[in-house]
């Protein structure tokens, strides 16, 4: 029986494939120049090839290769908790029991995470630096019967998406050989008998197969499927391409179980840029150019061309150590010397100059500048604090995409598949008042972190006016919500939520109802402040903090 429905669905794909060609050629060049490993979208990889041969510096691969590995040294050390899962409202985050249960929720999620057989951790490196070469990456996320995910990172040769009227993806087709041998196995009883004794004959031929990850109305035609999969609203497909269309598998999935990162995207096409790559790339071709020319300069002056008089050199050149040239006795050297070397290649020092400032330039562009503070002396913590500022300011367009079309989706999708399998308990385990609500992702990125901080820091430099204040008039000190003041430090430095009281369960002083500070508790609060602030001054130790995504040890 036709399938017109996946015929037409398959149609599509191949349509996708074919007008994406262009983009391919730009990515392999891009893959030429900075990703040789990824350089594979129009020629084939053929095992043992070597990488790049082609490529006379590798200062480009370089640049790629440190702003591909800082994209997880910054942005998701393993050493600490650099995600939570929240809801985004404030007032439903700061309740005692609302934030233990999301805690508790951040310490399940990163569990699996972690988990070496999910391989979250090795398809997360992967799309790094597809993202930073291509600007776009292409990971997908399935729950396993055993009860853990698997998240793999596919080439983007193999990938096409389209979105919808929104912008969203919600349109995916991944290409993929796979051998009869291992279609057999994960599908014995999917194929027609015909079809099935043909693959057993060649069961090592590896064939053409689809996935394809699509809304399912776009496949459901008739109004009954559409309403049993109303709860379902995605629909995956395996699809055997060669011997004909036929389907493999078919599950429903409340949600794309592919995440599309983007990095720099255009309104008018479902492709996004690397704005590095793409900036760098003119930078990059013609320092392949000058290395090569340089190389050949370098090699004419040290080992120049020789120029012989055809009827005096009698038994040829022997240019090897030792080597003795005859000349014929009747050459009359008046007539010039019956072997000169040519003086080539004198100046190659120019050259290296510029050659020089076109790794400047690509440094710039690859923001290896911006990922870390330039190390100084002994500073101040206002000091300290303003340079954190200052990087916020500059790092603030290189990693906000990051987090928003990047690691959030990617934790999205596990969260939704971890919450469908019961990973977090029973749904009446959760508090009221986050029934219902959706999930967002707190990142303690460096940017986070240095907010954070900002209320350590201003909670110190108020304890210290309002003690001063009080010392001339007591009644300053009602003026500062000291309760709301010093959780909100506490929760700035990234503590537990289990540390603070529920403040509806607490029975507060008369005096701490009112908002006021105790003036013993200023007096003996100050020499710690202080202390904090001098603890603060190594810039070097504030720098590592930054780094690495965690406190300065």
Known sequence: MTNTALERLVK????????????DSLWQELADHFFPERAYFTRTYVEGDDYASWLFDSTPVMFRRDLGNNLSSILRPPS???FKVRTGVQSVDEKTANRQWLDSATSILRRHYYM?????????KECDHDFVTFGNGAISCMAKPE?????????????VWMENDDG???HVQRRRKITGRNILKKWPNALPGDVKAA????????????HICVPAEEYYDDMNSKRAKKRQPFISIWVLVDKGCHVLEETPLQQNCYVIPRWHTMSDSQYAVSPAAVVALPDARMLQDMKRTLIEAAEKSVDPPVVATEDAVQGGVNLYAGGITWIDADYDERFGAGLRALELGKNPALGIDIIQDIRATLADGWFINKLNLPASGDMTAYEAQQRVKEYVRAAMPIFEPFGSSYSSPVLD????????MGVFGAPNEIPEDLQGREIEFQFDTPLQEAEGRSKVIAFGEVTQIVGTAAQIDPAAAK????VKAMRDAVEGTGAPADWLIDADSLEEADDTQNGGIDLEGAAQVLPLVKEGGAAAKNVAEAVKAIAGGGNAQ
């Open 199 to 210: 693959i057993e004959q060649d069961p090592t031929s590896e064939l053409k197969c689809r």
């Open 413 to 420: 999708l596990q969260f939704s598949l971890l919450m469908k």
């Open 116 to 124: 070496p057989i999910s391989g979250t951790v090795k398809a997360m």
């Open 479 to 482: 003026n500062v919500d000291a």
């Open 80 to 82: 600490s908790i650099w």
């Open 147 to 159: 009860g853990y995910l698997s998240t793999r990172n596919h080439h983007l040769r193999d990938v």
């Open 12 to 23: 599509i794909g191949d349509a996708l494939f074919t007008k994406r060609a262009q983009v």
């Open 168 to 170: 969203t993806i919600d």
